[in-house]
């Protein structure tokens, strides 16, 4: 899935502004399903525009800046649902905390074990950040995917909850990691 398509995915439901498209891809409903910045949802925006997939206005605001209100066109609903009959692309999972693990031996054993109850907390947050999310929708469909998402992270958790001290003993007794280090 693309920028294009969380773009028509957005405005399939409600019309948006491209700050309100990004806002939704970078930290909203829509934050789960693709990588998407201001950089490349204009230019989507304008493309999609261009090939009357979408439409915009431009409407004035009292003491603000006009803002450019985008809504998806019938064409543009069609493409969208056309979109997700093509063959799906693989997950894709980054993680900074993963490359941290696969150093463990190399850091102090009080470091290791900050990091991983850092990341239990983290992880805590984001589950009550889910738990809200299935409040605030309760569309079978929207419900479904979030279920799946908190049972993501809880699996995570739940791994790091029991196997962390496996990963603290890897790690260096903290006087030698900081010989190490000089």
């Not at 700050?19 to 493309?47: H, M, N, Q, T």
């Not at 803002?67 to 969208?80: E, L």
């Not at 980054?94 to 031996?105: G, H, K, V, Y």
């Not at 049972?151 to 900081?178: F, K, N, Q, S, W």
Request: proline share 4%; hydrophobic share 45%; glycine share 4%.
């Amino acid at each position: 899935m693309n920028v294009r398509t969380i773009c028509l995915a957005i405005l399939y439901e409600n019309v948006a502004t491209g700050y309100e498209i990004r806002k939704l891809s970078v930290e909203g409903d829509y934050s789960y399903f693709v990588d998407a910045s201001f950089g490349s949802i204009y230019p989507a925006l304008a493309k999609l525009e261009a090939e009357n997939l979408v439409t915009s206005h431009v409407e004035q605001q009292d003491g603000k800046p006009a803002k450019k209100i985008y809504a998806i066109t019938p064409a543009g609903r069609h493409a969208f649902i056309a979109s997700l009959f093509e063959t799906l692309g693989d997950d894709e999972y980054r993680s900074e905390f993963l490359l941290f693990a696969r150093f463990a031996p190399e850091l102090p054993a009080s470091l290791v074990e900050t990091r991983l109850k850092e990341r239990l907390a983290k992880l805590d947050e984001e589950l009550a950040e889910m738990a809200q999310l299935y409040e605030e929708h309760p569309h079978p469909a929207d419900a479904w995917v979030i279920s799946f998402g908190r049972t993501c992270i809880g699996a995570a958790r739940d791994y790091i909850a029991a196997h962390m001290g496996e990963l603290v003993a890897l790690a260096r007794p903290d006087a030698a990691a900081a010989n190490a280090a000089e």
